[in-house]
């Protein structure tokens, strides 16, 4: 069959499929159903790098079904509803399935064929042993796939069943995922499946925000899942081994837990599929068994038996702060005796003397290949990494996440991008976060994450008495990227007339100001940007947001008076008065104000110049750095002893001058 025909035909039998909806549901519940999906359909057609994908769409997933028709067990459970049997005609009279039931369902199968139903389970038990589902799917229909529903809740409706059929056979690429859950609603309470916090080491639900980015829009891969809702594909069923012995005799949620283990130790994926969403009474309650816990929480993170191992996964190593701090970070980890390396989409630096060792990957794919088998501390360094980073440790290792910038402000028009990078931001992950700012927005969608600062290189950026301060020139970073908010400081230059200073910037774009009283300084190195903070009379930066805001940090140490807008992540150490001068955001009048004042008062440029060389004393690498050391050996420590993640001795301030 030709593409164009396949499409054509998934288009009409989408139309078809929706007009059939119509009719079965009426007018009224039929607009309530398309308004439930208005947020999906929002976000259908995007996959990104990573593999997280939105493109699985009802209308797709009904076309695919009229082409596929994929074979269906479906296993009823549980104390029925009256409504069981007419769901059962009519899901029969629709889908290519046949049903399982035990001796509770059985007075709901009269009105269905011979053939359409078994009967199966302990007699007059509402709830029967997986090890007899499965025995029946391997001896009478090994290539169907199967379902398992409570016939006691609320009964989905047709089309989410094709959905998670779709899901199941086509969201990934590489077909590992094996199994597929839904999302649950509660009292109109959305949870999109369950995530093992690390820190606490149990199952819990989901988080609910506090702040909704769509999130829960976003299939993310799950460690475990209920009983009620799970899709199994026959492809996975003849791949998982899980001895009887395991199975038998414990609770169906207990039974699906170990076979979902047992799949991830086989790189079979369980995915959320919470598009997807079934309405319960209650949420499911899942605990941890003794193999799971130790699955989930015994982890080796060392190859030699002695050094902690620490792989730093990048999309990038081209110039950026963000990426220059993940460098000194490594460094200086490599210092204190761990073995630390950066897996990249590119090749080694060469504008930054690395330490380590770079290994290089041609796609996301690729690097997962290698992670998964390797034990370390696998660190997130950015939000399309986490994925990876997440996926790379289900079996060795543990996640980290380094949180230098809550992504989503990268993307302030995209609220598709906006949910992927909130979904990414899981409890298994141990973050680790450099400005307070950061802790209070990650605790808003649910995340925890260690506070350990920034800090500079106090032998790069310092004073340097030999170099004359020049008595009338304003330094600022010459880059056009939104959040920088340069075009702030240029308004407020030109706005200055014929008395405004020398105006000297440094970056990449030298033509974002061209006048005869500005200075562009193309890719200077780090001396020589230290040079100029030693130069300039004073430094502006009016960012709207920065995750912490190294420059200004690095203008203080070099003892040059600092200008600044509240870009959030400065917080911790910009004191409006004391080290610095804080004005408004887009504040143009307060910034000439600033900058006039500090022209003309020699001794409040003296004053403020103190106050950012004290700041700045706290902020030293080697200081930060025995910080961030002493995070990734309890991380260690806590895989090695299968203990909950513990912040206690962690210094969750800023660094202390001695």
């Not at 916090?197 to 988080?207: F, L």
């Not at 209650?282 to 982890?299: C, F, H, I, N, Q």
């Not at 020139?473 to 400081?489: E, Y």
Request: aromatic share 10%.
């Amino acid at each position: 069959m030709s593409r164009r025909l396949a499409r054509l035909i998934e288009r009409v039998s989408a139309a078809l499929f929706q007009a059939s909806l119509l009719v079965e549901l009426g007018p009224q519940a039929f607009r309530v159903r398309r308004r439930a999906l208005g947020q999906w359909r929002a976000v259908e057609g995007l996959t990104f790098p990573n593999g997280i994908s939105t493109a699985l769409t009802s209308q797709r997933a009904a076309g695919w079904y009229t082409i596929v028709r994929p074979q269906l067990v479906i296993a009823l459970y549980g104390t029925p509803s009256p409504s069981l049997g007419a769901w059962m005609t009519r899901t029969a009279s629709r889908m290519n399935v046949h049903f399982l039931v035990g001796d509770a369902a059985v007075p709901f199968t009269r009105s269905l064929s011979a053939e359409t139903w078994t009967r199966t389970g302990v007699r007059g038990a509402a709830e029967f042993d997986l090890t007899e589902v499965l025995a029946y799917m391997h001896g009478r229909r090994r290539r169907w796939d199967l379902l398992l529903l409570d016939a006691g809740q609320p009964l989905p409706e047709i089309a989410e069943l094709m959905q998670l059929q779709f899901a199941a056979h086509e969201y990934q690429p590489e077909k590992e995922t094996g199994f597929v859950t839904p999302a649950y609603r509660v009292d109109g309470v959305v949870t999109s499946g369950f995530q093992f916090d690390r820190r606490k080491g149990e199952y819990v639900p989901s988080p609910s925000s506090v702040k909704d980015y769509g999130q829960d829009s976003i299939p993310r891969y799950v460690l475990t899942a209920p009983a009620h809702g799970f899709y199994a594909t026959s492809f996975a069923l003849d791949r998982v081994d899980v001895p009887t012995r395991h199975l038998s005799g414990t609770r169906l949620d207990v039974q699906v837990a170990e076979l979902v283990r047992k799949g991830w130790a086989g790189n079979i994926r369980t995915l959320c599929f919470s598009p997807v969403v079934f309405d319960v009474r209650t949420l499911p309650s899942l605990s941890v068994s003794s193999d799971a816990r130790e699955w989930l929480m015994r982890r080796t993170v060392s190859e030699d038996g002695e050094r902690v191992r620490v792989i730093f996964v990048l999309t990038a190593t081209s110039i950026s702060g963000g990426i220059r701090a993940v460098f000194q970070i490594a460094n200086g980890l490599a210092a204190r005796g761990m073995d630390v390396e950066i897996w990249s989409l590119q090749t080694a630096p060469t504008w930054f003397e690395l330490h380590v060792p770079v290994r290089t990957f041609d796609s996301y794919g690729d690097l997962l290949l290698s992670l998964r088998n390797a034990d370390a501390i696998k660190v997130a360094t950015w939000w399309e990494t986490a994925e990876i980073v997440w996926l790379g440790s289900v079996n060795h290792g543990l996640p980290v996440y380094l949180i230098q910038e809550f992504e989503t402000w990268f993307f302030p028009d995209d609220q598709v991008v906006q949910a992927a990078v909130v979904a990414g931001y899981r409890s298994e992950f141990l973050g680790i976060t450099e400005a307070s700012y950061q802790v209070g927005e990650l605790e808003q969608i649910g995340m925890t994450a260690t506070l350990v600062p920034h800090g500079y290189d106090e032998t790069v950026f310092h004073q340097l008495a030999e170099v004359p301060r020049e008595e009338d020139t304003v330094l600022a970073i010459g880059r056009s990227f939104f959040q920088k908010n340069f075009a702030m400081t240029a308004r407020a230059w030109r706005a200055m007339g014929e008395r405004r200073p020398r105006l000297l910037m440094f970056g990449t774009e030298p033509d974002i100001l061209e006048d005869e009283r500005t200075e562009y300084v193309v890719r200077p190195l780090d001396p020589h940007v230290n040079e100029l903070y030693n130069t300039a009379t004073m430094f502006v930066q009016t960012s709207r947001h920065e995750g912490f805001c190294l420059p200004v940090l690095e203008a203080m140490a070099a003892g040059c008076p600092v200008i600044t807008t509240d870009s959030h992540g400065n917080r911790d150490f910009c004191i409006d008065g004391e080290n610095c001068i804080v004005v408004g955001q887009d504040d143009d009048g307060a910034l000439v104000a600033a900058i006039d004042r500090l022209r003309s008062d020699p001794d409040e440029r003296e004053r403020l110049r103190r106050g950012g060389l004290e700041t700045a004393e706290r902020y030293h690498w080697p200081r930060v750095l025995d910080i961030v050391a002493d995070f990734y050996s309890r991380a260690a420590s806590s895989g090695l002893t299968a203990t909950p993640f513990s912040d206690v001795g962690i210094d969750q301030s800023s660094p202390k001058s001695n």
